[in-house]
């Protein structure tokens, strides 16, 4: 089991900002390739973004230009910065290995937008 925690979800109204974090043990972070998903109920977990050991990103179609996945290693944190968020960004996010495995799964953080 890997203990990741995410955190950094909230209330916020339509075309805000939030940065949500996830506190990874040992190297996790600076080693392998991670990502930021999310699921709202009755839908299955999608990729919002992944970046690699070297750094390169990538993002869910239409979240790009919105969201930025970032990484600290030297803190073990991974970050997702989302702007201008839309009422459909409402949901649970979690960060996991990318691709995903079933042994890092966390609580995840709730991020609810208002419009």
């Known amino acids: 089991q890997v203990q990741l925690a995410e955190s950094g979800g909230g209330l916020v109204q339509a075309g805000g900002s939030l940065k949500l974090s996830c506190a990874a043990p040992g190297n996790i972070v600076g080693l392998n390739a991670m990502g930021w998903y999310r699921q709202t109920p009755g839908k299955q977990r999608e990729l919002v973004a992944s970046i690699t050991r070297g750094g390169l990103t990538n993002y869910a179609g239409s979240l790009k230009g919105r969201f930025t996945i970032s990484r600290d290693s030297a803190a073990n944190t991974l970050y997702l910065q989302m702007n201008g968020l839309k009422a459909e960004d409402t949901a649970t996010y979690y960060c996991?290995?990318?691709?995903?495995?079933?042994?890092?799964w966390g609580q995840g953080t709730q991020v609810t937008v208002s419009s």
């Open positions: 996991n290995f990318y691709p995903p495995t079933s042994r890092a």
